[in-house]
């Protein structure tokens, strides 16, 4: 597959140079390899990034593999596995007024961490600073909800894996029938909020839905319609708080992940930077509705 990435460069130059980032990471992928991989400002191809909710598909891919091999139900309670699980209450808790992260679930190294891209903090006046927001060095459990580090190329190569029924390279990571069976909408009709609201401002934004049929398989978000200019209908997605998305395009062919570390979650111009990314992708290799003039 031809793929002139030009136009992405261009556009993820303009958001460095227009202080929407400080650095950012794109790939987009096929089942047979990379298709494009760039990098800017403070990123560069071995940069490491807070994966931070985007670990959910790798924990997922984790407990999949227990149910192939017959060691996890997938019907069974949490409360049946972790009996403690039954006890918990739930707690919002906070320091004073400020948020506290919980620790990943892998401490980095500090080779790793000299690696890592900072967080920044979108100001009022839409510039960018320092923050000291981020995972305690300590792990407080093993989080597979938001513990895991990688580059952007190790997330492609982890979506590569997904676009192949489950195999990369020779090596058979899960079933096709069970990748399958987690990219299908398991929420029978029940509908999703048109808008979530935050509970900590200093992490993230609100977050709109758009108003379109969606759902949930298991371990990602689902768009159930063709969006215009954009990915297919069954589409997988989901993000993590820094402001890292991906998504995975089964029927196109193709997945895409965007990489940056900016708080807090849902930066209306990062998100405008990721719409004109997905955009210039689909330009390339084709959608299913064509965009909107």
């Known amino acids: 597959m ?12 303009g958001a ?58 997938l019907d069974a309670t949490v409360a049946s596995i972790c009996p403690e699980f039954a006890e918990i209450q739930l707690l919002e808790r906070y320091d004073g007024n ?8 892998t401490k980095p190294t500090a080779e790793d961490r000299a690696h890592l891209l900072d967080i920044r903090m979108r100001q009022p006046d839409g510039s960018l600073a320092p923050t000291e927001l981020d995972f305690p ?20 190569r982890f979506l590569r894996a997904w676009l192949r029924d489950g195999e990369l390279d020779g090596t058979r990571i ?12 398991h929420l029978g009709g029940a509908p999703l909020p048109e808008i979530t609201r935050s509970a900590v401002p200093e992490l993230s934004n609100d977050v709109p839905s758009l108003p379109v049929p969606q759902g949930w398989g298991l371990g990602f978000h689902l768009y159930m319609t063709d ?23 089964r029927r196109a062919g193709v997945a895409a992940v965007f990489m940056t570390q900016i708080l807090p979650f849902f930066d209306q111009r990062v998100v405008e930077t990721l719409m004109g990314f997905e955009l210039a992708v689909y330009a390339q290799v084709g959608a299913a509705v064509p965009a909107m003039s």
């Open 227 to 249: 969006l215009p200019g954009m990915r297919s209908a069954g589409s997988a997605d989901w993000a993590g708080l820094f402001n890292c998305y991906y998504w995975l395009d």
């Open 137 to 156: 060095l300590e792990p407080e459990w093993e989080a597979g909800g938001h513990g895991s580090y990688g580059t952007i190329g190790d997330y492609g």
């Open 174 to 185: 899960l079933g096709a029938e069970t990748v399958a069976m987690a990219l299908e909408d």
């Open 98 to 105: 400020t948020p506290v992260l919980h620790a990943p679930a």
């Open 2 to 13: 031809g793929f002139d990435g030009s136009s992405i460069d261009g556009l993820l130059e």
């Open 16 to 73: 460095l140079a227009s202080g929407v980032v400080h650095g950012v990471a794109a790939t987009v992928v096929d089942r047979d390899g990379v298709l494009y991989e760039h990098a800017s400002g403070e990123s560069s191809a071995d940069t490491l990034y807070r994966n931070a909710s985007m670990t959910k598909a790798v924990a997922t891919t984790a407990a999949l593999q227990l149910v192939e091999q017959g060691r996890l139900d």
